[in-house]
Structures are given as structure tokens and as C-alpha cells.
């Protein structure tokens, strides 16, 4: 099904692509995606870091998938559901405990290779076409990709075969369904 690279932030978007991939596993449908965080402005230094970006490098810290995805969830799940503010850092340091890591350690490492490790997946996303967010990259040029709420109803597994099919297919592609 989904086999590539999800360039994505903590906008709303990314949210509701997260949650169909999170479906679409529950389904039992074959999903290897590496999940890319993509800051909308390169950080040169640490302190240009603001508190959603750091949400980013923190997500790029963490290289074990599972504390990735627990991280992830933990994110949306604050800010979609709970309507926590995305530039709070208590929104950064719940979702660090939520994903098992340490504080203190991922804080240190935001500020020493925040910066470098966003590059690097700029760099990447850049190689590989990506222009907005969400971005699914897989067999083909980048489907940017726009969900509604009806994105939650019925099967996810439908959905991911029309990205998947996208993403193989020679043209560019961005996906949007109205809200």
C-alpha cells in the first residue's frame, strides 16, 4: 500500500493524514511510511527555534519509530482534541514523556542538532519535489495532500490505495477533497 516518506508539520492537515494512516494500520493495511518533519523556515541557529519547530526537531531526535508515532499522537492528540496551544512548550514537554523519552536529553540534543538534523530533511524534501504539507512521497513525484473531516469515514484502506495510486503516477499531484 503506502511504502515512501510523509513530509509533514502540526497543522491540521498533517493531523487528519496521521489519523487515516493511523486507521488504515488498524485495518491491518501494509503501511511502511518514515514520518519527515518539515519546518516551514530553516533554523540557523537554536535559538531561532520557535516552540513548534522545536515539536519538529524533537520528532527528528527520536529515531525508534514507536516513540516517533507515540510523539506524534501525543502532539495531535493535545492540540487536535484537547485544543492545547501548538507554541506551548508544555505541549512539547508532555509529548516528550508521552514518547518515553527524557527531557533533559531531548532538549539538549534539540539545541545541539535541532537545527542541522531540519536541515538535513529540508534538503531531503527538497531533492524529492515536496512544495507543501502534507507530503507523501513514494514511487513517484510528491501527492501534497489536503483531508477533510470525511477523510475519518469509511475505509481507510480505500483512501491510501488513491494516494498510493497517485504517488505511482507521472504527473504532480495534489489531492484535496472540500470540506
Do not use: C
Not at 110 to 120: A, C, H, M, N, Y
Not at 122 to 136: E, K, N
Amino acid at each position: 500500500m503506502l511504502n515512501g516518506a510523509v513530509y509533514f508539520d502540526f497543522g491540521a492537515d498533517s493531523e487528519r493524514l496521521h489519523t487515516l494512516v493511523e486507521r488504515a494500520m488498524g485495518e491491518r493495511v501494509p503501511v511502511t511510511v518514515i514520518w519527515r518533519p518539515l519546518a516551514a523556515e530553516p533554523a540557523i541557529e537554536a535559538a531561532d527555534l520557535d516552540a513548534e519547530t522545536k515539536l519538529l526537531a524533537a520528532h527528528e531526535l527520536i529515531r525508534d519509530q514507536a516513540s516517533q508515532r507515540r510523539f506524534r499522537q501525543a502532539v495531535f492528540t493535545m492540540v487536535y482534541r484537547h485544543g492545547d496551544p501548538l507554541d506551548d512548550p508544555v505541549t512539547l514537554r508532555a509529548a516528550i514523556k508521552v514518547a518515553g523519552m527524557d527531557w533533559s536529553v531531548v532538549e539538549n540534543g534539540i539545541t545541539r542538532d535541532g537545527p542541522r538534523l531540519l536541515g538535513e530533511v529540508r534538503s531531503a524534501a527538497t531533492a524529492a519535489g515536496v512544495a507543501d504539507l502534507p507530503a507523501y512521497v513514494g514511487g513517484g513525484p510528491p501527492v501534497t495532500i489536503r483531508l477533510s473531516q470525511a477523510a475519518t469515514m469509511g475505509s481507510a484502506r480505500d483512501k491510501l490505495d488513491v494516494i498510493a495510486r497517485m504517488a505511482r503516477n507521472d504527473g504532480v499531484w495534489a489531492l484535496y477533497k472540500p470540506e
